[in-house]
């Protein structure tokens, strides 16, 4: 946490104005910003910071500075960047909650499974009933194989909620238990009838858990519509315990995307 960052917790600070700083400052962080000068905005509104630190307008800025600067730095692949410039963000008192959530899905991203779910955890202790920050700890939690974390995550999830059945059936997938994985991708399904990765989940779910006939129906389904990459259904078709294996991938493919015979 940097000198301002803490400056803005109110820790040695008596609200006193650096007078160097002007509203003309202020507007041109704010059309550094606009212009999408992510590294500028986040440097003027960082003095502006400095200077009044219970500023709303200069606190708003550097917050959607270094979210954005974040996000560019992420899509040229500068990932160790990203990182640092999310910490700064998460830094922030107060910080923005999204800031807590990409800075976990970029650790988890760079296989800091540990950073992410501490993150996480951070963002909760400032937004205790954070839906998104217990979804993401969940996964973390499930990616570290910690399968009673992360159910204590989900349970503070709201279980009617799409993406809480999507992890619950995650979840039940680690653990083996498909009957119940198929149970709650139907569930998601049912919320989002024409998001494939999850059809296609429901249909690995139902394949494991011996129901063949619908499970190569989805597959099928999604096949026809061009709704999912052909590799990866002829994969979820061969690769679970009741699973169909053909010789030529071709064949695999007709099957798939084919009409149904009579």
């Known amino acids: 946490m940097t000198k301002r960052d ?3 917790g109110g820790a040695g600070r008596e609200g006193a104005q650096d007078p160097s700083m002007t509203p003309a400052d202020l507007r041109s962080a704010q059309e550094a910003l606009r212009d999408r000068r992510w590294a500028e905005a986040e440097a003027l509104a960082e003095a ?8 709303p307008l200069a606190v708003q800025i550097l917050a959607q500075a270094r979210l ?9 692949g500068q990932a160790p960047a990203a990182i640092a410039t999310l910490t700064r963000a998460c830094a922030m008192r107060p910080a923005p909650l999204s800031a ?6 970029a650790l988890k991203s ?6 992410a779910e501490a993150a996480f955890l951070e ?19 499930m990616a570290r194989d910690d399968r009673d974390g992360a159910r204590a995550a989900l349970a503070r999830l709201d279980a009617d909620r799409f993406a809480a059945c999507v992890a619950w059936g995650q979840l039940a997938t680690l653990e083996g238990a498909f009957s119940e994985a198929a149970e709650w991708f139907a569930r998601a399904r049912a919320r989002r009838p024409d998001f494939a990765p999850v059809r296609l989940e429901w249909a ?18 999604l096949g026809q ?7 990866r259904l002829i994969l979820a078709l061969a690769d679970s315990a009741h699973g169909r294996a053909f010789l030529r991938p071709r064949d695999a493919a007709a099957f798939l995307t084919g009409p149904v015979s009579a």
């Open 6 to 8: 803490q400056a803005h």
């Open 48 to 55: 502006a910071w400095a200077a009044d630190p219970a500023a």
């Open 68 to 76: 954005g600067l974040a996000d560019a730095q992420s899509a040229a």
């Open 100 to 105: 807590f959530i990409r800075l976990g899905e």
């Open 110 to 115: 760079a296989g800091d499974l540990a950073g």
């Open 123 to 141: 963002g909760l202790g400032l937004a205790p009933d954070a839906q998104a920050l217990w979804l993401g700890l969940a996964s973390v939690r």
């Open 204 to 221: 690995r779910a139902l394949g494991e858990a011996g129901d063949r006939a619908l499970a190569e129906a989805e597959l099928r389904a």
């Open 225 to 231: 519509a061009g709704a999912a990459p052909l590799g």
